[in-house]
Structures are given as structure tokens and as C-alpha cells.
């Protein structure tokens, strides 16, 4: 049978360093804030060539405390897009910042060409989402961003490895943010997530804000959470940064076999790839007519299918007021937008007979 994710193999094929992993944690007898944590921040530093990397305890947090750390809250402003998992705007409602929505471009991403109209006095940063795996047109952002004084906080929950130029997400912005679900290209066994700079003020302040605001024990010099990335999630994500790469490069691989079998398929839209970037394929994303009579036949075919993501952010219950807000292209899009399964333990064969029912259901 397809799974949408397959752990199970996943864990079967690191077993042997996963298990060694955990088994020195648990020997070691320190769980929050050693040696581990201290490792994999260093080992994730160095994979995205920037100098900070703090560990907290998901990727919703390590925006909140990225917006805490630039002092960014109540009767700001931040610009940024509806199309995300809803921890994107909830970490800007979170510090009593208000969230302001722009359309989508092409990509599913913010659309970079409508940011500067809706820059007020009270807007303090623009929050773009790598949504999907692929970067955002962030030297447009970048641009924009300096010419406004706007500091830039990257959502990199699903563009782990992902580049732009060469460069990876994350780098681009003063300050990105992650998230290790397990889900992600880089996911831990649990919670997780981490925010990287190159701004050591910036990096020391989080650093603060994950654990109670303190800078030395007991000594509470700023308002702070409780975030922290634990130790045995920061082993197993050690183990898995080192397979990052060739786990991205076989999910760009089974795209291409995607794009190849589907491309005379008139009834399904292809995801757009951005030039000079390189997409990592968190998700494999299309749009197709008929969308929900697919999904019902693919499943009847023993092929799973998620929506990411079918209610736009703006049209939430907990955002009830901005549900007046109209984003026309994101909301035609989400009628249409499907992810089909897309993990590194996926078959070749696997892919044809998901893009052969495809065909069946549309009579190709």
C-alpha cells in the first residue's frame, strides 16, 4: 500500500544510528540544554553556512520568539500570506501583532509584487512562507525590506536544503525559522524547530526568550517562554541532517517522474518552478479539475492525497476578523490544489501507478 509518509521504513533504514543515538542520551542522563542540542546547532549552523542556530520546541515558537526578539509586537503590523499552516499567523497574533494578508503569486507563495501596498507606519516585518519546499521571489522581498526598514523573518518549516542562487532558505532574511515535525524533510521523532542569524544580539536573545528569559540560571533578564528543543530530538536530528540531501534528491527525482508522466494530462496544472531555485518537494503539489472526485477514486485505489491546504488562514474561526478579507487567487487556487504522496521510500513503480490511475480517472 502507498503511504503519504512512510516513517516506519524511514526509522528501519537509521535504525542502527537512530537507536545509538537515543541509547547515549539516555545513558548520559541530560534531557534539556546539553551536549546534543549544543551539536546539532552547530551541525545546522554549518549545513546553512550561518553563525547562530538556536534550538526551541517547534516551528510555530520559533517564529513567536523570532518576533519577540526583534520587538515586534502590540499595534504592529506584519505582512504576510493566508496560504500556510495556521502556526504562521498564529505566532504574529501570539505577540498581539496583526497579521496582514497578501495574495498569491504563481508559486503559491506571497505575492512580492503586492507587499509594498499595503506597508503602513505600523508595519515592522514581512514574514514570507517557502511554502511547498520552493523559496519565495525573496530578492524581490529582499529589496523591498530595505528599502522600508522592514526586518525579514523567514517561515522555513518546509524548505529544508531548498536554495535560491546557491544559497539556502533560512539565509536570506535576518533571522529563519524552522520547524522539525515529523512530516518535514528534516523531521525529528516529535516537536522540534530552530531559528537561525547571522546577528549575535539577535541569536543571544532568542536564546533567552526559549528558556524563561534567562541569561545565566535563575536570572530573568527579558520575558520568555518555555521552547526548547530536547536532547534526544536534537540525536536523531543530527543523524538525519547527514541524510538530508540525498533524501531531497530523491524526492526531486520522483517529481521529475511526476512532471514527465503528467505533462499531457490537460485536466492537471503542474507545480511552476522558480527560476535559479531548487525545490526540495516537501510537498508535490498540483491542481486538478475535479479535485475532490479524485481524491475519492484515488483512495478507492489505495492512494492517499491531502489538501495543503483548503481553508486560506484569513477564513478561519480564529481569524474571524479578517474573514472579510478577499484574496481572490488564493481563494479559486485552494479549490483546485492537491498534494500527491512524495517521500524518499517511495518506488518508481509507485509514482506510475498513482500518475496511471490519475490517467484512468481522467479517461487519458
Known sequence: MILFN?????????????????????????????????NFEQQFARYLDVKYCVGVGNGLEAL???LMALGIGKGDEVITTAHSAVATALAIKAVGAKPVFIDIDEYYHLDASKIEKKITSRTKAILPVHLYGQMV??????????????????????????????????????????????????????????IVTNKKELFEKCRMIRNYGQKNRYEHEVYGLNSRLDEIQ????????????????????????????????KEIKLPKIRDNSQHNFHL????AEKRN?????????NIPTIIHYPI??????????????????????????????IHPFLKDNDIIYIVKKIKEFYGV
Open 137 to 194: 521571489d525573496i530578492e524581490k522581498i529582499k529589496r523591498i525590506a530595505k528599502k522600508h526598514s522592514l526586518n525579514i523573518i523567514e517561515d522555513v518549516a518546509q524548505a529544508h536544503g531548498s536554495t535560491y542562487r546557491g544559497e539556502k532558505a533560512g539565509t536570506f532574511g535576518g533571522v529563519g525559522c524552522f520547524s522539525f515535525y515529523p512530516t518535514k524533510n528534516l523531521g525529528a521523532f516529535g516537536d522540534g524547530g530552530a
Open 312 to 341: 486560506p488562514i484569513h477564513k478561519q474561526k480564529c481569524f474571524s476578523e479578517f474573514n472579510s478579507v478577499k484574496l481572490p487567487i488564493l481563494e479559486s487556487k485552494v479549490k483546485k490544489i492537491l498534494s500527491l504522496p
Open 293 to 301: 472526485e479524485l481524491m475519492i477514486f484515488l483512495e478507492k485505489n
Open 64 to 66: 513567536q520568539i523570532a
Open 6 to 38: 512512510d516513517f516506519k521504513k524511514e526509522y528501519l533504514y537509521l535504525k542502527r544510528e537512530i537507536d545509538l543515538a537515543i541509547k547515549e542520551v539516555l545513558i548520559s542522563g541530560r534531557y534539556i540544554l546539553g551536549k546534543r542540542v549544543e
Open 234 to 265: 536534537a540525536a536523531i536530528l543530527s543523524v538525519k541532517l547527514r541524510y538530508l540531501d540525498k533524501f531531497n534528491k530523491r524526492k526531486q527525482q520522483l517529481a521529475k517522474t511526476y512532471f514527465k508522466l503528467l505533462k499531457d494530462v
Open 284 to 287: 508535490f503539489v498540483i491542481e
